[in-house]
């Protein structure tokens, strides 16, 4: 099947950009005449540096990062990012408030638990993920040392539609909704993302961190996950993921050349809306999130019957759409939708899928 017949919507890693891709490939034996790819550069080199500073540069300019915080590009996924805040948020005796709302919330939560006490401040498994908790609903403990949430349910297609206002650092996972709109950095303590959704092949991990919250860490902490550890050394007390910042950099002129985080907002309103309203009227598919909790990036439906979800998803791949098949926790269907993907390809989508519930529906 060829790339241009392929129209790809998966989780993660999922699509990049085609033009960002042919970039990467047009570099990739010399780079801008060193006469080495950048996976061959040193990390102190200056071809590699100027990669690096470019990268961090663009990243503060776009998502308007204010001075208070330091941007760091780290390793071990999203998932180290569980085990890392509460280490260095919290003391022993200490305790947070954890926000579940999916199960890369629930993870986090409970490894949480292992530094610390974690007070579920909301928890939304009663209804299987389906809903965002309201800020009324919030259970908030006085004591808490921070507020962490997932800013974008991937496997349960809903998100956070505001800010939870607490009166504590807010810790938030945004791994799949990460320069998908205009944010005010000022209002986190702590923001990371896995960078394949969103941002760039695996393997860096974004980090937007207040500086003040950095160098409490407990005494146990690996000195690789100390924060202050990467602020002092400007993510490189180790070798850095030198390929997948050099490829966030080039993903980053691809947004700022389509107009920054603006465009990307409306575009995700445009995507996701093309997608959910013919969801709403369609009688063969059934969306699983609760309205007001839709995912603008993880689009999460069924027909109802795994049976029907398996047959559609063979269909849909045998004519280019690959990657639909839901999480294992959820079943049915999941769009992932991402900045990456372009609006053509949620068109073809639909199309596809109301001529499918014609020849379907019974
Ligand atoms: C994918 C994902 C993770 C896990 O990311 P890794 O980089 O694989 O550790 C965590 N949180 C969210 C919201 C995700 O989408």
């Known amino acids: 099947m060829s790339r241009e017949k392929t129209y790809n919507f998966s989780a993660g890693p999922s699509a990049l950009p085609t033009e960002v891709l042919a970039t990467a ?38 998502l308007n990062v204010p001075d208070t915080h330091e941007i760091l590009f780290l390793q071990g996924g999203a998932s180290s990012q569980f085990s890392m805040v509460p280490l260095n948020l919290m003391a022993p005796d200490e305790c947070a408030d954890y926000a579940v709302t999916g199960n890369f919330a629930k993870i986090a939560a409970k490894e949480a638990g292992k530094y610390g006490t974690v007070n579920i401040a909301a928890d939304t498994s009663y209804c299987n993920h389906t809903r965002i908790p309201t800020q009324d609903e919030l259970k908030l403990n006085p004591d808490a040392k921070y507020f962490y949430y997932c800013g974008n349910n991937t496997i349960f297609g809903t998100e956070w539609h505001y800010i939870p206002e607490v009166s504590v650092p807010l810790v938030t996972d945004m791994s799949s909704d990460i320069l998908t709109k205009p944010l005010d950095v000022s209002k986190f303590g702590i923001i990371f993302a896995g960078a394949q959704k969103n941002l760039a092949p695996a393997g860096v991990t974004l980090v937007v961190i207040d500086k003040s919250l950095a160098g409490h860490e407990q005494a146990v902490t690996p000195l690789m996950m100390s924060y202050q550890t990467m602020i002092n050394k ?15 950099g080039l993903m980053l002129k691809w947004i700022e050349a389509r107009g920054g985080l603006e465009a990307m907002d409306a575009l995700r309103h445009e995507k996701s809306a093309l997608l959910y309203n013919y969801l709403d009227e369609s009688k063969f598919f059934i969306p699983c999130a609760e309205k007001e909790a839709r995912s603008f990036m993880n689009v999460t439906f069924n027909t109802g019957d795994a049976d029907k979800d398996a047959a559609f998803c063979k269909a849909a791949a045998a004519a280019g759409f690959v990657n639909l098949k839901g999480h294992r926790l959820v079943g049915g269907m999941r769009a992932s939708i991402y900045n990456a993907v372009p609006m053509q390809a949620v068109e073809a989508l639909v199309e596809f899928m109301k001529d499918y519930e014609v020849k379907n529906r019974v």
């Open 25 to 62: 490939a047009n570099e990739l034996l010399d780079f801008r005449s060193t006469g080495m790819s950048v996976m061959e550069m040193s990390h102190r080199s200056s071809a590699f540096l100027s990669i690096f500073n470019e990268t961090k540069a663009d990243l503060k300019e776009i």
């Open 234 to 248: 400007d993510s490189m007390y180790n070798t850095p993921p030198c390929y997948n910042i050099y490829m966030l």
